[in-house]
């Protein structure tokens, strides 16, 4: 069942035969449900699909950071959300194949902000009992007001987003988080954010600390 919300002319929300309208971005979106194909996949088709269900794993615990980095990937009333340009950037760049040729994520291939600033020339990124600190040249910002935006990710497990904790001229910033207490591998990722004209410079990736 659909329902009308602006009448017999307006845009609908929900299911009508072979067709599903829903909201993204502000804008109606009407797609054709997929067809039901019943002969055995292929070995590309079996690749593929897990291609995407790697992908769709390994963001799933980031959907927020995801959202705030490719916010200007794909801004509000795109027809392609922050989520689904993740993917594609992910299935694109992201993809390696182990011994097994089974797919998986390589977190170091990862870019989980995006955009046009010059991005972090990382010196050093240490973590130390219930610390990381994180060191960076400062002088590639070229005095730009933009400050640092780390994520730390326990991958499938969860993460933790610091936006602002210090300038970019300064050159280093030590953060205190539980996150960094336990004995799990976080994936450290690191980028600036220019927050008087809301963009963003590419991720870093900071490594597994």
Same mark, same amino acid.
């Given at each position: +069942?659909?329902?009308?919300?602006? &009448? ?8 009508? !035969?072979?067709?599903? #309208? ?18 055995? *996949? ?7 699909? +897990? ?13 927020? *950071? ?8 794909? *801004?509000?009333?795109?027809?392609? !959300? ?26 170091? $291939? ?9 991005? *972090? ?16 040249? $400062?002088?590639?910002?070229? !005095? ?19 936006? &602002? &904790?210090?300038?970019?001229?300064? #050159?280093? +910033? ?31 990736? !900071? #490594?597994?600390?």
């Amino acid at each position: +069942m659909a329902i009308l919300k602006g &009448g017999i002319n307006g845009p609908f929300s929900g299911k009508v !035969g072979n067709v599903v #309208g829903y909201e993204l971005n502000g804008q109606t979106v009407i797609r054709s449900l997929p067809a039901i194909v019943k002969r055995t *996949p292929s070995k590309l088709t079996l690749i593929n699909r +897990m291609r995407m269900k790697v992908v769709s794993q390994f963001l799933r615990h980031i959907k927020t *950071p995801i959202a705030f980095g490719y916010k200007n990937i794909a *801004p509000k009333g795109s027809r392609i !959300g922050t989520f689904q340009s993740a993917q594609s950037y992910l299935l694109n760049n992201a993809i390696d194949f182990d011994a097994e040729h089974v797919p998986y994520v390589n977190p170091e $291939k990862v870019l989980v902000f995006r955009g046009n600033l010059v991005p *972090p020339l990382l010196i050093n990124v240490e973590r130390q009992d219930n610390k990381l600190h994180v060191e960076w040249n $400062k002088e590639v910002c070229n !005095g730009q007001p933009t400050v640092l935006v780390v994520l730390a990710y326990v991958i499938d497990t969860f993460c933790a987003l610091n936006e &602002g &904790g210090a300038h970019s001229t300064e #050159g280093k +910033m030590t953060w205190e988080h539980s996150l960094f207490s336990g004995d799990e591998h976080v994936h450290i990722y690191i980028g600036f954010y220019d927050m008087l004209h809301d963009e963003l410079s590419d991720s870093v990736y !900071g #490594g597994c600390v």
